[in-house]
């Protein structure tokens, strides 16, 4: 279950996920930024059995908060589950994106974004994740400059938003 929101994050209702995703319903969600010490930002490549978005690389870790999860408890439990990773996470902002996928499904999503930083290396679940790599900023821009369909849309808008590098 996802919950449903209003543009000003009112809790508006309760709908199975893909039922959301198939309606194109504004639901809660969150995406995790994590540095290391030297300044590097953890990117994950999306498993590549994932209903959307197979394959492509993002932030270290995105989901949904539970009904009756703040956004940072769900934030601490995707990262654990999906990263085998625990850290302070802050919550830096929130944006609201929409996008649709060729498969008939559409994000849209009042994304929190929260930031941690960590020197640990993921333990990722291969169910979530198909890989890893840490990445300075100037790399991660060159990268998104030269081959965006490389990432995953929400990460691009946190990349056009100046949340990132």
Known sequence: MVILVNEQDEPIGLMEKMEAHEKGLLHRAFSILIFN??????????????????????????????????????????????????????????????????????????????KGVTNDSPLINQDEVHDYRWINTAELSQWVKTSPSDFTVWFLELYKLGIIA
């Not at 989901?63 to 589950?81: C, D, I, M, Y």
């Open 37 to 114: 010490s030297n300044g590097e930002m953890l990117l994950q490549q999306r498993a590549l059995s994932k209903y959307h978005s197979p394959g492509l690389w993002t932030n270290a870790c995105c989901s949904h908060p539970r009904n009756g999860e703040t956004v940072v408890e769900a934030a601490n439990r995707r990262l654990s589950e999906e990263m085998g990773m625990q850290t302070d996470l802050t919550v830096l902002t929130y944006f609201i994106y929409k996008a649709e996928f060729d498969n008939g499904l559409t994000e849209h999503e009042l994304d929190y974004v929260l």
